[in-house]
């Protein structure tokens, strides 16, 4: 039997705590910007649902995902409660995708292990264009949704 896909961006909202006092940051690359736009509006759209104020939400960009890491540490000194990191990294003929799925997967790690805000990964690592448009508010959702769920439940776990 084959598990049905589903879109996982459906979630129960009454399940999400308070994010009214919490400040987020989010770095998106703008490499591959058609599907970092939208995890990024995804992600802007929760945050602001969740009752976050628009002004307690900063933005950067950055050129591509392997910058996502220094984005993100020099977010972390925004005082902000958690930050996103968002980017899109897509197979292509060389070895390229697995040295910066790896550094970059790695790079945020450690900024969690390091540093007191989490940083929360939110980076497609797909085999091919459309994968990346199906989670980025296709058919399997917007995992921007997602990582702004999960910024704000760290956001709740950091100050508890």
Not at 77 to 92: L, R
Not at 131 to 140: E, F, V
Request: glycine share 8%.
């Amino acid at each position: 039997m084959t598990a049905k896909k589903q879109n996982l961006s459906d979630y129960d909202k009454n399940t999400i705590p308070n994010a009214k006092d919490f400040r987020f940051g989010i770095v998106v690359s703008e490499w591959n910007n058609n599907i970092t736009d939208n995890l990024h509006k995804g992600a802007l759209d929760t945050l602001v649902g969740h009752g976050v104020l628009a002004e307690n939400i900063i933005s950067w960009h950055v050129p591509g995902s392997y910058e996502l890491i220094y984005g993100s540490k020099k977010m972390q000194d925004q005082k902000v409660d958690a930050v996103i990191a968002i980017g899109c990294v897509i197979q292509g003929e060389t070895k390229h995708f697995d040295f910066v799925c790896e550094a970059v997967s790695l790079g945020i790690k450690d900024l969690n292990v390091l540093h007191d805000t989490p940083v929360i990964f939110c980076v497609l690592t797909d085999n091919n264009m459309q994968q990346s448009i199906d989670r980025s508010g296709g058919k399997h959702g917007n995992k921007g949704v997602e990582a702004a769920v999960v910024a704000i439940k760290m956001a709740a776990l950091r100050q508890a």
